[in-house]
């Protein structure tokens, strides 16, 4: 398995610049179209994008091994919180692999019996639970630095967050501006938490949307899903800007 697991590692880039160019001719389908451009050019660029996501499945087989080996890494984590949301995360991208991989047969013609919405229905359920389960974690983390961060500034001896004689409606204006201020200030500090918040909030609406519980339009899930590739291309290239664990 653990063969298996590097050799599937290598192809995450180039899954990646796969993914971003899908997304790229979604968004750009939906541009002509609203444009009026011809049939024949959008149909054109339909056919790559779906070529486009066939290749992504191919680069994918296999994913379901890493992704348990992730969980099972996971378990070892001490903080119990982000052991519970890495190690959920991680089995929700299993499972999602695994019904992946289950429409890539299909649609490749190895088994044409597959039922390819009931499929793609449960691939995108289970990529949602994973998205909803990493905002979750994104959002402890973020929680505890604030916390951290304003508990470093009130041993110094802040004194803005309650002002004398200040109004309920002045008292609650102050605290919103001020933690607003300390988000800003924990963001710009965490630059891999940044990146992996926008990353997941991208992507979350494009399982909102198949799934038909938030519809959007074509043009903004090629929008979110070619900037959340970018992001994830960035992680690649620059691999402290990946959170960890």
């Known amino acids: 398995m653990e063969t298996w697991v590097r050799f599937s590692a290598q192809s995450q880039a180039k899954e990646r610049l796969f993914r ?3 997304y790229a ?28 996501g066939l290749g992504r499945k191919l680069l994918r087989l296999g994913s379901s091994a890493e992704a348990l080996e992730a969980a099972k890494r996971a378990m070892h984590l001490s903080d119990g919180v ?7 995360g991680h089995l929700n991208r299993a499972m999602f692999f ?9 649609r490749s013609g ?5 039922d390819q919405e009931k499929w793609s229905h449960r691939a995108f359920r289970y990529y949602l639970f994973a998205l909803v389960v990493n905002l979750s974690r994104d959002a402890y983390e973020l929680r505890a630095l604030m916390e951290r961060e304003a508990g470093g500034r009130r041993a110094k001896g802040a004194e803005n967050g309650r002002r004398p004689g200040a109004e309920g409606f002045q008292q609650l204006g102050l605290r919103l501006q001020l ?4 988000l800003l200030r924990v963001l710009r ?3 891999p938490l940044l990146l992996d918040l926008l990353r997941n909030a991208c992507d979350l609406f494009i399982p909102l949307d198949k799934l038909g519980l938030c519809r959007t339009s074509p043009g903004f899930v090629g929008l979110c899903g070619l900037a959340s590739s970018v992001l994830s291309i960035l992680t690649i290239l620059h691999p402290w800007l990946k959170l960890k664990p």
């Not at 190895?110 to 597959?114: D, E, M």
């Not at 933690?179 to 300390?182: T, V």
Request: charged share 15%; aromatic share 4%.
């Open 20 to 22: 971003a160019a899908q």
């Open 25 to 52: 001719c979604l968004l750009a389908a939906d541009t002509l179209r609203r444009n009026g451009a011809s049939g024949g050019l959008l149909e054109s660029v339909r056919q790559l994008e779906a070529h486009l």
């Open 82 to 88: 982000l052991r519970f949301c890495v190690a959920l």
């Open 98 to 106: 695994a019904c992946d991989n289950v429409l890539w047969a299909g």
């Open 110 to 114: 190895l088994v044409p019996a597959v």
């Open 179 to 182: 933690q607003l201020r300390l």
């Open 189 to 191: 500090g965490n630059p």
